[in-house]
């Protein structure tokens, strides 16, 4: 199959979920590739480039409830090879996103300001808190929850979603919703002689970076007439690496 971008790409279709390969741009098996539909936004709105939030040190798999969450944020074009242009303010919160997709999200803290980002702070790491243990234990019954990062260029909740429909699309960097953190309430226990016993897995997953973001687009209305429906939402699942032959997954 040949897309409308001039790529060969296969899709595979399996639990609503499918995963694009051999193509250097997003695309959607209908009604086409998200790439195109970006050019025509582009051209609509007479914006030259789209820039996105992303990380250039992306957060950890795990961390405590305890210590700060640290990451390099990043402002590029889609090929990561153009910095924003100007200086522009990011806001995060966390979330909890649950396995029936992107239209299932609870917010765990509220918006706040991260920094504002200029070129000359490009390789700097920045350290953040963990989610309120009280929304941690509401969230869950376990020691430990998934919790993603959300970097947006407003402090709406809202603007975590890429709208389509948005005629305002592309003035300010598209945002960005990290993978789930696995963030433990509780410190490892201690032995008799004091020192720590903590599975590997966890000591090892707490060393280890990330390596995909995700970002979620609103690509119809909401209804048809007067018949109201669920808001229909994809979310794309993109490899944090310079290879443009990536595989990149999305769902429903």
């Not at 995963?19 to 609509?44: E, F």
């Not at 402090?155 to 789930?180: A, T």
């Not at 979620?216 to 290879?243: A, H, W």
Request: charged fraction near 20%; hydrophobic fraction near 35%; proline fraction near 11%.
């Amino acid at each position: 199959m040949v897309c409308a971008c001039g790529m060969p790409c296969a899709f595979t279709l399996s639990n609503q979920t499918a995963k694009v390969g051999n193509c250097n741009l997003l695309c959607l098996p209908c009604p086409g590739p998200l790439s195109a539909l970006m050019r025509d936004l582009r051209k609509r709105l007479e914006v030259e480039m789209f820039f996105y939030f992303s990380f250039l040190r992306t957060p950890p798999q795990a961390s405590l409830q305890s210590s700060s969450v640290v990451f390099t944020p990043q402002v590029t074009n889609d090929l990561r090879t153009e910095p924003f242009p100007i200086s522009v303010d990011i806001f995060y919160w966390w979330i909890e996103c649950t396995r029936n997709g992107p239209q299932n999200v609870t917010r765990l803290s509220e918006p706040a300001k991260l920094t504002t980002w200029r070129q000359e702070n490009t390789y700097k790491p920045l350290h953040i808190p963990p989610p309120p243990s009280k929304k941690l234990i509401e969230a869950a019954a376990g020691p430990g929850i998934g919790c993603s990062l959300v970097l947006a260029p407003t402090p709406i909740v809202s603007s975590s979603v890429i709208d389509l429909r948005d005629p305002e699309i592309g003035r300010v960097p598209l945002p960005v919703i990290s993978l789930p953190i696995r963030i433990s309430i509780s410190p490892p226990q201690q032995r008799r002689d004091g020192a720590a016993t903590a599975t590997v897995t966890s000591t090892t997953n707490k060393s280890l970076k990330q390596e995909a973001i995700t970002r979620t687009f609103r690509l119809f209305d909401d209804g048809l007439g007067d018949v109201p429906t669920r808001t229909p939402l994809m979310q794309i699942k993109e490899t944090v690496s310079f290879d443009l032959d990536k595989v990149t997954e999305f769902h429903l």
